[in-house]
């Protein structure tokens, strides 16, 4: 037997509200409660249809901690939180950092390559 369309419609939005209960009870939405709609690295203000660009940043690295408090968390716009991380693995300080694979671009002539060789003085002339 076939549920009824008001059997859908009712199981479809009982979803709905559980989806958005787990979500307001995330750190994310705990966060946005808490914090200014800023990102605090950069200070750009985040409203209406782009406050999804706004991310949460666990301090200390680790996303298990989250205190209520929320001392281990500051939001960051996405490309001052990209940048954040970055720093930490050019650092080396992130384990899952792999070097990108050779691509065809990757793979073309650098017309830069030798460029250190020519800034070198010369060693007969003693001229740059």
Request: aromatic share 6%.
């Amino acid at each position: 037997m076939k549920p009824s369309d008001a059997e859908k419609h009712a199981a479809m939005l009982a979803k709905i509200r559980r989806d958005v209960a787990q979500r307001q009870s995330g750190y994310r939405e705990r966060a946005l409660k808490m914090f200014p709609h800023l990102c605090a690295s950069c200070g750009r203000e985040f409203t209406g249809k782009r406050l999804p660009e706004l991310t949460v940043h666990h301090k200390d690295g680790n996303h298990q901690n989250n205190p209520n408090d929320g001392s281990n968390w500051e939001l960051l716009c996405i490309y001052c939180h990209d940048h954040e991380h970055e720093k930490y693995k050019l650092q080396g300080l992130v384990d899952d950092f792999t070097q990108p694979a050779v691509t065809e671009v990757s793979r073309m002539a650098n017309p830069f390559e030798k460029l250190g060789d020519l800034l070198k003085p010369d060693k007969k002339t003693g001229a740059s």
